[in-house]
């Protein structure tokens, strides 16, 4: 396997074209739907979708041999905190068990310098997992200030043309003598560029006071917004999801898998209100982004089946929450299908076009006039591709920006003990 620390490209960028301006030809891939073709993109979009063969690249096409893979509109990451991804220190040590989200190792020590490389670099490792977009929750207030988002900011510009990362502003306290200062900072935190309002309401003294004073700053700005919840206090996620009804444009909750552990049918009731509401929830199938106490997975299938818009992100990626955490979409999805049984293209689903009807993003499909977004999987299906992963290419507004290729190999034997089966002369068991 590749190091996981992004690495110089080896396939030339051509800098006198513009990103989205030059044609890309796609050979040889594999549909979902059993089609083998080739995919022109141009203009950051899909332009033809044609027959092998039957696709001219242009006057500055270049081309990708995409023979063996399957071709599907790219995962985004609706999860992500980026402030504190790969800071843990290999411990194992899992702090942050006393909120929603994960708490810095050190709030009072921000580098912002420091956090704009992890940050940089967690995205780029989300990159080469075939994320083109992530969402990212920033801790502003105590002990950060804006100063973690302010890094978070710039390494959303230092990967422009490479990667669209947005900033959810996570501010602290906001009731109470205490919280006007949490309230000027969340104004602050989206003049400054944060697109979208959020923070842990569990953990305020006054968490309806905490709801009203988030969704008002957002209906002032226009921003979505997007909560910490464990959802394990069924009243209040039931006011939450009666104030969120109706706000435009829209309310996500995440990660809910305080949701589980209630009695099926109080879950049921709630799971009703959120899809009235038309919350859409966030989970987090690889562990969520809070201490050990709060681990667990919202109950996916019975929310989908009340009606409810649900999406999955991964949540801690190598911060003190999750030392181990992966960041890669594909393993969101193999977890939704392996262990709660969906079927691969749903899981898929939650994974892309779900998750960026969350983000508020275009949808994706490869087919003409659609954006290039895209992620070829070395596989023969879905399920394959969820199955292993390991060799993917990542094209984000028609550019090729990310590659990883995996070579296996076994010693002759194990040749030989393929061909046996194969000529009918494997020995009996
Ligand atoms: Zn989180």
Same mark, same amino acid.
Request: glycine residues 14%; contains cysteine; aromatic residues 2%.
């Given at each position: 396997?590749?190091?996981?620390?992004?690495?110089?490209?080896?396939?030339?960028?051509?800098?006198?074209?513009?990103?989205?301006?030059?044609?890309?030809?796609?050979?040889?891939?594999?549909?979902?739907?059993?089609?083998?073709?080739?995919?022109?993109?141009?203009?950051?979009?899909?332009?033809?979708?044609?027959?092998?063969?039957?696709?001219?690249?242009?006057?500055?096409?270049?081309?990708?041999?995409?023979?063996?893979?399957?071709?599907?509109?790219?995962?985004?990451?609706?999860?992500?905190?980026?402030?504190?991804?790969?800071?843990?220190?290999?411990?194992?040590?899992?702090?942050?068990?006393?909120?929603?989200?994960?708490?810095?190792?050190?709030?009072?020590?921000?580098?912002?310098?420091?956090?704009?490389?992890?940050?940089?670099?967690?995205?780029?490792?989300?990159?080469?997992?075939?994320?083109?977009?992530?969402?990212?929750?920033?801790?502003?207030?105590?002990?950060?200030?804006?100063?973690?988002?302010?890094?978070?900011?710039?390494?959303?510009?230092?990967?422009?043309?490479?990667?669209?990362?947005?900033?959810?502003?996570?501010?602290?306290?906001?009731?109470?003598?205490?919280?006007?200062?949490?309230?000027?900072?969340?104004?602050?935190?989206?003049?400054?560029?944060?697109?979208?309002?959020?923070?842990?309401?569990?953990?305020?003294?006054?968490?309806?006071?905490?709801?009203?004073?988030?969704?008002?700053?957002?209906?002032?700005?226009?921003?979505?917004?997007?909560?910490?919840?464990?959802?394990?206090?069924?009243?209040?996620?039931?006011?939450?999801?009666?104030?969120?009804?109706?706000?435009?444009?829209?309310?996500?909750?995440?990660?809910?898998?305080?949701?589980?552990? &209630?009695? /099926?049918?109080? #879950?049921?009731? %709630? =799971?009703?209100? $959120?899809?009235? +509401?038309?919350?859409? *929830? !966030?989970?987090?199938?690889?562990?969520?982004?809070?201490?050990?106490?709060?681990?667990?997975?919202?109950?996916?299938?019975?929310?989908?089946?009340?009606?409810?818009?649900?999406?999955?992100?991964?949540?801690?990626?190598?911060?003190?929450?999750?030392?181990?955490?992966?960041?890669?979409?594909?393993?969101?999805?193999?977890?939704?299908?392996?262990?709660?049984?969906?079927?691969?293209?749903?899981?898929?689903?939650?994974?892309?076009?779900?998750?960026?009807?969350?983000?508020?993003?275009?949808?994706?499909?490869?087919?003409?006039?659609?954006?290039?977004? &895209?992620? /070829?999987?070395? #596989?023969?299906? %879905? =399920?394959?591709? $969820?199955?292993? +992963?390991?060799?993917? *290419? !990542?094209?984000?507004?028609?550019?090729?920006?990310?590659?990883?290729?995996?070579?296996?190999?076994?010693?002759?034997?194990?040749?030989?003990?393929?061909?046996?089966?194969?000529?009918?002369?494997?020995?009996?068991?």
């Amino acid at each position: 396997m590749p190091d996981s620390r992004p690495q110089p490209p080896r396939f030339p960028p051509s800098p006198s074209v513009p990103a989205d301006s030059a044609t890309l030809l796609l050979c040889g891939a594999r549909l979902t739907d059993g089609r083998t073709v080739d995919v022109r993109l141009g203009g950051g979009r899909i332009e033809a979708v044609g027959t092998p063969g039957s696709l001219a690249t242009g006057a500055v096409g270049a081309r990708v041999d995409l023979r063996g893979y399957l071709l599907l509109p790219a995962p985004v990451e609706p999860h992500a905190h980026c402030d504190t991804a790969l800071s843990a220190d290999g411990t194992g040590d899992t702090r942050g068990s006393g909120g929603d989200g994960p708490e810095p190792p050190h709030p009072e020590e921000v580098h912002p310098e420091e956090v704009q490389r992890r940050a940089t670099e967690a995205a780029l490792l989300q990159l080469g997992h075939g994320a083109t977009a992530l969402r990212s929750h920033v801790r502003i207030g105590d002990g950060p200030g804006l100063d973690a988002l302010a890094a978070v900011l710039r390494a959303r510009r230092s990967l422009r043309g490479l990667a669209e990362l947005t900033a959810v502003a996570m501010p602290g306290r906001l009731t109470g003598g205490a919280g006007a200062d949490g309230l000027a900072m969340l104004r602050d935190a989206v003049k400054m560029g944060a697109t979208v309002v959020g923070g842990c309401p569990d953990a305020d003294p006054d968490p309806t006071g905490y709801v009203e004073a988030v969704l008002q700053i957002a209906s002032e700005f226009g921003c979505p917004v997007d909560l910490h919840t464990d959802a394990r206090d069924p009243v209040r996620l039931s006011r939450l999801a009666a104030m969120a009804g109706g706000l435009r444009p829209g309310v996500t909750l995440g990660p809910c898998g305080g949701l589980g552990r &209630l009695p /099926a049918g109080t #879950a049921a009731r %709630l =799971a009703d209100r $959120l899809a009235a +509401a038309q919350v859409t *929830v !966030v989970c987090l199938p690889q562990g969520g982004c809070g201490g050990v106490g709060r681990r667990g997975t919202a109950p996916v299938r019975l929310l989908r089946s009340a009606g409810v818009r649900v999406a999955a992100g991964s949540g801690a990626l190598r911060d003190p929450a999750n030392p181990v955490g992966r960041g890669d979409p594909l393993e969101a999805a193999y977890l939704l299908a392996s262990r709660y049984g969906l079927p691969a293209e749903d899981a898929y689903d939650m994974v892309s076009a779900a998750a960026r009807a969350a983000l508020g993003l275009p949808e994706v499909r490869v087919e003409a006039g659609f954006p290039a977004e &895209l992620l /070829a999987v070395r #596989a023969d299906g %879905l =399920a394959g591709a $969820l199955s292993l +992963a390991y060799s993917r *290419v !990542v094209i984000h507004r028609g550019r090729l920006v990310a590659r990883t290729s995996a070579v296996r190999e076994y010693c002759d034997s194990a040749a030989v003990a393929l061909e046996l089966p194969r000529q009918g002369r494997a020995e009996p068991s």
